[in-house]
């Protein structure tokens, strides 16, 4: 009978072998992404068409969705005929049209999505739409209607894409917020309480899901170069149409792509993607309410008079 005597590893070994097996989970976690079915919501414009971008680079097999087929068609050219990403096999978008506004286009819609591939492997909750005005001047109405997008839709498309996921015990289900899901700003109140709603709902999924190990991610960017002001509805429901100061120096939606490429990698649960002013208000807000309620108040009195003089 032959013994093989075996040498305990030492400290640095352990930790060697550790890191290796680190950086092995993560690049598995890289790599899974090549092949994986990715559902990306409002991927027509802005965010939702760089991440479609860097999605498609990592060899993601894409299914596109907004309201405008010729427009997602457009975006679906050009990754096609875009360059190649060396070492990945990239696949051809598909695409599925609907308004996430209406929750039984939703509901059809997701078996049109299923129907693509049979399965999804990460959902990008990622549509939305943007709100300007005075609460004393809104219509019920457009607080509904932003509701309707923002949060309904979103929604009624997880809860009809979660089964399939949870009888494969796989999938993952990622959502875009914004820190004003954290922090409420004067005259934002539709897009704001939309993005509250939907930070709470998709933190309860992720307690209620973990037992069928589907990872939920909540993203919350601070301001992104986007047409998202542009898009904006006001008070009576008329589009807003001007490009914000502040939309205006936000983050390239390229930069915002790649942290949401890296988050869905990771499987990060809940990541905010800000400067240090918006990060600071999220801990005031908890730590500090009167502090941070004497700043709101202070910022919308100036926002008030800023509006007067622009009359
Ligand atoms: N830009 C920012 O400063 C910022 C900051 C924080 C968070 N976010 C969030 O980032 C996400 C993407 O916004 P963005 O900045 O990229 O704005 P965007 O350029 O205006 O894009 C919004 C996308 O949502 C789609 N969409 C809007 N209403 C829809 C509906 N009823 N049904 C289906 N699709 C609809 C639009 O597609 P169609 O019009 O073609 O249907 C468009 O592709 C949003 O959830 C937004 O709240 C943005």
Redesign the pocket.
Known sequence: MCFRYRAQPSMAEKQSAFTELKLSQRFRSGTSLQDAVVVI?????????ECAQVFHSAGARLVL????GS?LEQVIEELVSGPQTQGKQTHTPKKVV????DTNAVHKAALDILACYGHVDVLIN?????YRGNILDTHLSVQRSVME??YF?PVALTQALLPSMVQRRSGHIVV?????GKVAIPYRSA?TAS?HATQAYFDCLRAEIDQHRIPVTVIS????K???SI?AVTGDGSKHGVLDKT?AS?WE?RDVALAVLRAVSLKSKDVVLAGPVPTLAVYLRTLWPALFFKIMSSRARKEQKNTHKNE
């Open positions: 919501t409002g991927a027509s414009s802005g965010l939702g068409k969705c907004g309201r405008d427009r609907f308004d996430l506004a990622n549509a939305g739409i943007s997008t923002n839709g875009i917020s914004s820190v004003q897009y993005k960017p601070g301001y992104i986007t047409n998202i898009n939309t936000g939606p």
